[in-house]
């Protein structure tokens, strides 16, 4: 008899355990798709000549700010699996040193398992707030891939600027040397002034301190874009490929819609305000009670008895049901007025969130439409100009009709200029590159259609 209820008790023992682990597999078949391990990216040799798509998708295996919101939107899809999982079965077993008499014989030891099973209906709840934030998790990871490309793009022209200055300032400094040599001829010849000369001199002295300051400048961005792509500071990147400076297809109350429907932030607002809606609702059910099914046995000795009863020695089976008691109304009220706020708190960033976008957007529209205008101003009239009024003043001074002075300052006009078509251009580039982080995708092109280039 004995053998028969111990029997019975470890296969209620594996029963329950079998539903455990059945319930387990019901809420892992909604579990949110975890990202799989990112395959080894093939190494991109960027010390001959680097171009950006290049460089972002570098930094898109290698940056460790990408990485970590991976490795986090990685422990959130996880963290469904915790969530929605039923609590830990709990077995307990008493020894008794001095065994308890009972009728049926001495007690001693007994056992109990028990399984807690929450309110129908919660552990779908928590799923459903659990899955927003995975999705939170999700839109974390786009937005660092988001920034990094975009720091990187504009790490990208402020280099290019500063190279194509300094092949700039190179060129100028092998044309005023030659001017200066001329200078120095005419003034043995009386046809040009000692001034003539020492502006001559000191304008050379300006163009090797500009290049030295640019070639510092290039080094210390070098070293930003080393460290967003997770490179050594000093590691050698190549010579940039020139960036076309793409028009902007989109009016700018297109880019506004664009960024409240596809932004990064403005989407994270809007999953945070779903989720606190789900909040609410879960509140509801850690109002409800809680149930607890469990399994008691007994081992019951043989009682050092005369005449023992015809049931002695058997062992005592029970069943145990158990219900949590939500007492504590403040406590409970409370759960679902914390819930509501956060709710209120979340639309209220989505709409602070879509008014900053705004601000942003139009802030750069701005500064993207003013270099689109220097670029056409100087690229097609200022530089054209300078270097034709260069050559004629270079001329009537050949031909003793004009100073050597005009000819250095016209000089100088023409290296402005170029100078100011490459910033530019650079600040055309990260404006741009702010405007698509801002709208969430590309502003160069719609859907099949490929936009042309502007060319200044």
Same mark, same amino acid.
């Given at each position: *008899?004995?053998?028969?209820?111990?029997?019975?008790?470890?296969?209620? =023992?594996?029963?329950?355990?079998?539903?455990?682990?059945?319930?387990?597999?019901?809420?892992?078949?909604?579990?949110?798709?975890?990202?799989?391990? *990112?395959? %080894?990216?093939?190494? +991109?040799?960027?010390?001959?000549?680097?171009?950006?798509?290049?460089?972002? %998708?570098?930094?898109?295996?290698?940056?460790?700010?990408?990485?970590?919101?991976?490795?986090?939107?990685?422990? %959130?899809?996880?963290?469904?699996?915790?969530?929605?999982?039923?609590?830990?079965?709990?077995? *307990?077993?008493?020894? =008794? &040193?001095?065994?308890?008499?009972?009728?049926?014989?001495?007690?001693?030891?007994?056992?109990?398992?028990?399984?807690?099973?929450?309110?129908?209906?919660?552990?779908?709840?928590?799923?459903?707030?659990?899955?927003?934030?995975?999705?939170?998790?999700?839109?974390?990871?786009?937005?660092?891939?988001?920034?990094? $490309?975009?720091?990187?793009?504009? $790490?990208?022209?402020?280099?290019?600027?500063?190279?194509?200055?300094?092949?700039?300032?190179?060129?100028?400094?092998?044309?005023?040397?030659?001017?200066?040599?001329?200078?120095?001829?005419?003034?043995?010849?009386?046809?040009?002034?000692?001034?003539?000369?020492?502006? %001559?001199?000191?304008?050379?002295?300006?163009?090797?301190?500009?290049?030295?300051?640019?070639?510092?400048?290039?080094?210390?961005?070098?070293?930003?874009?080393?460290?967003?792509?997770?490179?050594?500071?000093?590691?050698?990147?190549?010579?940039?490929?020139?960036?076309?400076?793409?028009?902007?297809?989109?009016?700018?109350?297109?880019?506004?819609?664009?960024?409240?429907?596809?932004?990064?932030?403005?989407?994270?607002?809007?999953?945070?305000?779903?989720?606190?809606?789900?909040?609410?609702?879960? $509140?509801?059910?850690?109002?409800?009670?809680?149930?607890? +099914?469990?399994?008691?046995?007994?081992? +019951?000795?043989? &009682?050092?008895?005369?005449?023992? &009863?015809?049931?002695?020695?058997?062992?005592?089976?029970?069943?145990?049901?158990?219900?949590?008691?939500?007492?504590? =109304?403040?406590?409970?009220?409370?759960?679902?007025?914390?819930?509501?706020?956060?709710?209120?708190?979340?639309?209220?960033?989505?709409?602070?969130?879509?008014?900053?976008?705004?601000?942003?957007?139009?802030?750069?529209?701005?500064?993207?439409?003013?270099?689109?205008?220097?670029?056409?101003?100087?690229?097609?009239? *200022?530089? &054209?100009?300078?270097?034709?009024?260069?050559?004629?003043?270079?001329?009537?001074?050949?031909?003793?009709?004009?100073?050597?002075?005009?000819?250095?300052?016209?000089?100088?006009?023409?290296?402005?200029?170029?100078?100011?078509?490459?910033?530019?251009?650079?600040?055309?580039?990260?404006?741009?590159?702010?405007?698509?982080?801002?709208?969430?995708?590309?502003?160069?092109?719609?859907?099949?259609?490929?936009?042309?280039?502007?060319?200044?």
């Amino acid at each position: *008899m004995r053998t028969i209820k111990r029997s019975v008790f470890f296969g209620l =023992f594996l029963g329950i355990l079998g539903l455990w682990s059945f319930a387990e597999g019901l809420a892992a078949a909604d579990t949110p798709s975890a990202p799989s391990a *990112m395959a %080894a990216f093939d190494e +991109i040799d960027l010390e001959e000549k680097a171009r950006l798509p290049d460089l972002v %998708a570098y930094a898109y295996d290698r940056n460790p700010v990408i990485r970590a919101a991976r490795e986090a939107w990685r422990a %959130a899809a996880e963290k469904y699996q915790i969530r929605t999982g039923l609590p830990d079965p709990q077995l *307990m077993v008493t020894y =008794f &040193p001095q065994p308890i008499e009972t009728r049926l014989g001495p007690q001693d030891w007994s056992a109990t398992i028990s399984q807690k099973f929450p309110f129908p209906g919660r552990l779908s709840k928590e799923g459903d707030v659990a899955a927003q934030e995975v999705r939170i998790a999700r839109l974390d990871l786009d937005r660092a891939v988001r920034d990094v $490309s975009v720091a990187i793009q504009e $790490s990208y022209h402020e280099l290019l600027y500063i190279q194509q200055a300094r092949s700039i300032a190179g060129k100028n400094a092998g044309l005023l040397d030659e001017l200066r040599k001329i200078s120095e001829t005419a003034y043995a010849e009386d046809r040009a002034a000692f001034l003539d000369v020492a502006k %001559a001199q000191s304008q050379t002295g300006q163009l090797r301190y500009d290049m030295l300051l640019l070639e510092e400048l290039e080094q210390t961005e070098r070293t930003r874009l080393n460290g967003l792509l997770n490179r050594p500071p000093e590691a050698a990147i190549g010579e940039l490929a020139p960036a076309a400076a793409r028009p902007v297809v989109y009016s700018l109350e297109e880019i506004y819609a664009l960024a409240e429907a596809h932004q990064e932030e403005i989407r994270i607002a809007d999953a945070q305000v779903e989720r606190a809606g789900q909040q609410i609702a879960l $509140s509801r059910y850690q109002n409800l009670p809680d149930f607890n +099914i469990g399994f008691f046995y007994a081992s +019951i000795g043989q &009682p050092d008895v005369a005449n023992p &009863p015809p049931d002695a020695g058997d062992d005592a089976l029970g069943i145990q049901f158990g219900v949590s008691v939500p007492l504590w =109304f403040g406590k409970n009220a409370s759960r679902t007025r914390q819930a509501r706020a956060e709710a209120e708190r979340a639309r209220a960033v989505r709409v602070e969130r879509v008014n900053q976008s705004r601000t942003q957007i139009r802030t750069l529209f701005f500064k993207l439409r003013n270099a689109e205008r220097l670029m056409t101003l100087y690229g097609k009239e *200022m530089i &054209p100009q300078a270097l034709a009024s260069m050559e004629t003043a270079e001329t009537w001074f050949r031909e003793g009709e004009g100073s050597f002075s005009d000819v250095v300052e016209i000089q100088a006009t023409a290296y402005n200029f170029q100078l100011s078509v490459a910033r530019a251009r650079a600040d055309y580039g990260r404006a741009l590159a702010g405007l698509e982080q801002l709208a969430g995708l590309n502003l160069t092109q719609r859907e099949a259609e490929t936009a042309g280039e502007v060319k200044p």
